[in-house]
T-cell receptor
């Protein structure tokens, strides 16, 4: 078990609604990355936060946004939900400043279903 | 952009046999790789990592081999057990650091 926790575990939303997903990083980790994992696919990088600032973004539209708090926990917000947003959303934490790569640990994920 | 691919989408092995899962990557600048195990309904679990200045790294029952010449990774699992049944991903680091590119995964099934 990693120290990364996510909430909620499951969520059902309607197309057009907004959703907020939450993540608590492992103790001592100051970097949080969010990934989207569609069924049968590998995780796809959404964005990363380091010390409360966005530190890189993948190929996702602006309606995907995030926050990181002083305790390094993080939120992923998705506006104007679309059916294709249905996926497992994963949070991963790691330590170290940008430019330094190291072990990354994932949380259990939030399963989002958009109907 | 980077791409990470796996040679075999599915693999079935007898309990007690050794398993080998392969992975190709395309970005020669990648210098750090992680193997993850993902069980149904769970997040990816860190198994073992390797940096590009190494050719081999061993853990408990697992070994990762890195061949930079042909941009190939493999994960070897010794004495495979039913609990090893899962999807296995290799991931390579990209930019920003600690962003990882994943392949589609290999599904390992262990036959008792």
């Amino acid at each position: 078990e990693t120290g990364v926790t996510q909430s909620p575990t499951h969520l059902i939303k309607t197309r057009g609604q907004q959703v907020t997903l939450r993540c608590s990083s492992q103790s001592g980790h100051n970097t949080v990355s969010w990934y989207q994992q569609a069924l049968g696919q590998g995780p796809q990088f959404i964005f990363q936060y380091y010390r409360e600032e966005e530190n890189g973004r993948g190929n996702f539209p602006p309606r995907f946004s995030g926050l990181q708090f002083p305790n390094y926990s993080s939120e992923l917000n998705v506006n104007a939900l679309e059916l294709d947003d249905s996926a497992l959303y994963l949070c991963a934490s790691s330590s170290g400043p940008p430019g330094q790569v190291g072990e990354q640990y994932f949380g259990p994920g939030t399963r989002l279903t958009v109907t | 952009g980077e791409s990470v691919g796996l040679h075999l989408p599915t693999l079935s092995v007898q309990e007690g046999d050794n398993s080998i899962i392969n992975c190709a990557y395309s970005n020669s600048a990648s210098d750090y790789f992680i193997w993850y195990k993902q069980e149904s309904g769970k997040g990816p679990q860190f198994i073992i990592d390797i940096r590009s200045n190494m050719d081999k790294r061993q853990g408990q029952r697992v070994t990762v081999l890195l061949n930079k010449t042909v941009k190939h990774l493999s994960l070897q699992i010794a004495a495979t057990q039913p609990g090893d049944s899962a999807v296995y991903f290799c991931a390579e680091n990209g930019e920003p650091r600690n962003q990882f590119y994943f392949g589609t995964g290999t599904s390992l099934t262990v036959i008792p």
